[in-house]
């Protein structure tokens, strides 16, 4: 049975708010002390968030987004990306705020997350191809030479790390799930043309949103 009953759930912040990461940060927690991991495991997790609205940076906040480290099976996790989560190998994503927001509080199981990457690769090639020029996210430079939005060190999901976060992911339940329940919308994407998962449809938008949806990403023309 999952750890965390959805039920009691409710948005507490915007996608990359401090509000929202601590929580996520929680629950995150809650569910990798229930797992008893082995004291073998030592990996993290971080997903930061670059150009976000200045609302969310409030009260000094230097970095959007969390992170959740596992050190010889003793779980920690919080707001923020402190620079020492990149000393340990894990998941590491660095991604303009406006990218994902809006569909990262869309709810689904597998095939959902395969249709949102589906529609996420389709809204990238075309702000590629508008903007023209590769790489318009500035992704930085991996260790094979290419850009990516997942920083080195990269190390492989522990299978218990996996388990644990992912239970109950068919049925609504598991971290991500948890996450968007978590998240409030924000009002950058009321109007935009989004996919049924949440994904913005730049295709779709008039000439006035695709320029205010490049800058909400970042990008600089």
């Known amino acids: 049975m999952p750890v965390i009953d959805m039920s009691t759930l409710k948005p507490v912040g915007e996608f990359g708010s401090k509000a929202w990461g601590d929580a996520c940060a929680e629950a995150s927690i809650k569910i990798l002390e229930a797992a008893n991991l082995p004291s073998t495991i ?14 969310l940076m409030e ?13 010889d099976g003793k779980v920690t996790a919080a707001d923020g990306i402190p620079d020492e989560v990149y000393e340990i190998p894990g998941f590491h994503a660095k991604i303009p705020w406006g990218c994902i927001c809006n569909q990262s509080g869309a709810l689904y199981g597998a095939e959902g997350q395969k249709q949102r990457q589906a529609d996420q690769q389709v809204l990238y090639a075309a702000i590629t191809e508008y903007v023209g020029r590769e790489n318009p996210f500035g992704h930085e430079i991996n260790s094979e030479g290419k850009p990516n939005q997942m920083l080195d ?10 388990r644990a976060l992912g239970e109950g992911g068919e049925e609504g339940n598991g971290l991500h799930n948890i996450a968007a329940t978590l998240q409030s919308d924000s009002p950058e994407f009321a109007d935009l043309p989004v996919t049924a998962l949440r994904v913005p449809i730049f295709a779709k938008m008039t000439d006035e949103q695709k320029a205010f949806y490049v800058k909400l990403c970042g990008i600089e023309m």
Do not use: D, K, L, Q
Request: glycine share 14%.
């Open 42 to 55: 030592n990996w993290a997790f971080s997903e930061y968030y670059t150009h976000p609205p200045a609302r």
């Open 153 to 162: 060190p990269v190390g492989p999901w522990p299978p218990e790390v996996g």
């Open 59 to 71: 009260g000094g906040r230097e970095r959007a987004g969390y992170h959740i480290m596992v050190r």
